[in-house]
């Protein structure tokens, strides 16, 4: 479809434009990609469905403020930085010289750190169930996740809505034991993986049963 192919690309040229050029109006946009403002603001409104963009009011001289466009983090981590390029050729180097077994051992080890390390700073036996999930939605935030959780039936649903390490699982998944042994270490029980966006998902989920939270909170009163 070659229509499709073409839409693709221009959206392309405006988040590589918003990258080079940091904030941007439409004007400035329709000039940099070569094409009529009203397109724009059609592509734009697109981008920002998708969390690729943001906008805010700025002051620009006398007058009414302008509208400027930006790339969200998502929209930043669309491209990969300088930093994702080394700590790429890194994992590249450690699997060349090291087993697989050896590979996973490390990344579990480093998440078992971290995880015990946050376990460590909070009194989880006098927080609920859900009062924990709040909290590891709190720290996979302060990650660069963006997370959402909610109760289904005899189970709760832990989505990543966006993943900072999406680029770099693409070629070593292995680095997806960090958020799924943090979230079983704060909640106590193993969590199951049922969806993942390295298999095309459109964003990974996580499953634990809700009768633990009945265990926890008989544990806590007693």
Same mark, same amino acid.
């Not at 434009?17 to 403002?37: G, S, W």
């Not at 006398?62 to 998502?74: D, I």
């Not at 649903?157 to 070593?172: D, K, L, T, W």
């Given at each position: 479809?070659?229509?499709?192919? !073409?839409?693709?690309?221009?959206? /392309? ?22 094409? $009529? ?9 697109? +981008? /920002?469905? *998708? ?11 006398? %007058? ?10 998502? %929209?930043?981590?669309? @491209? ?15 699997? *060349? #010289? ?5 590979? !996973?051992? +490390? @990344? ?8 015990? %390390?946050?376990? !460590?700073?909070?009194?989880? $036996? ?7 999930? $709040? +909290?590891?939605? *709190? ?8 997370? #959402? ?5 005899? *189970?709760?649903?832990?989505? /990543? ?52 939270? $009945? @265990?926890?909170?008989? /544990?806590?009163?007693?």
């Amino acid at each position: 479809m070659p229509g499709a192919n !073409n839409t693709k690309s221009t959206r /392309e040229r405006v988040l590589r434009t918003l990258l080079k050029q940091r904030r941007c109006t439409i004007n400035d946009l329709a000039e940099a990609v070569d094409i $009529n403002p009203i397109s724009v603001r059609h592509h734009i409104a697109k +981008l /920002e469905a *998708q969390g690729l963009v943001d906008s805010e009011e700025e002051r620009h001289g006398v %007058g009414r403020p302008r509208r400027v466009y930006f790339l969200s983090e998502t %929209g930043r981590e669309h @491209f990969p930085t300088r930093y994702m390029r080394l700590t790429i050729r890194l994992l590249q180097q450690l699997k *060349q #010289e090291m087993s697989p077994e050896i590979v !996973n051992e +490390l @990344f579990s080890h480093m998440a078992e750190d971290l995880a015990g %390390g946050f376990a !460590n700073s909070f009194k989880l $036996n006098h927080l609920s169930f859900e009062d924990r999930l $709040n +909290l590891v939605k *709190q720290i996979l935030t302060e990650e660069g996740f963006e997370i #959402e959780w909610e109760r289904k039936g005899d *189970q709760y649903h832990i989505r /990543e809505v966006s993943c900072p390490y999406f680029h770099i699982g693409q070629n070593h998944p292995e680095v997806c034991t960090i958020d799924r042994i943090l979230i079983s270490t704060m909640l106590e029980v193993p969590a199951e993986r049922i969806k993942c966006v390295l298999d095309g998902d459109t964003h990974c989920t996580y499953v634990v049963p809700s009768t633990i939270s $009945n @265990f926890i909170s008989a /544990e806590k009163i007693s």
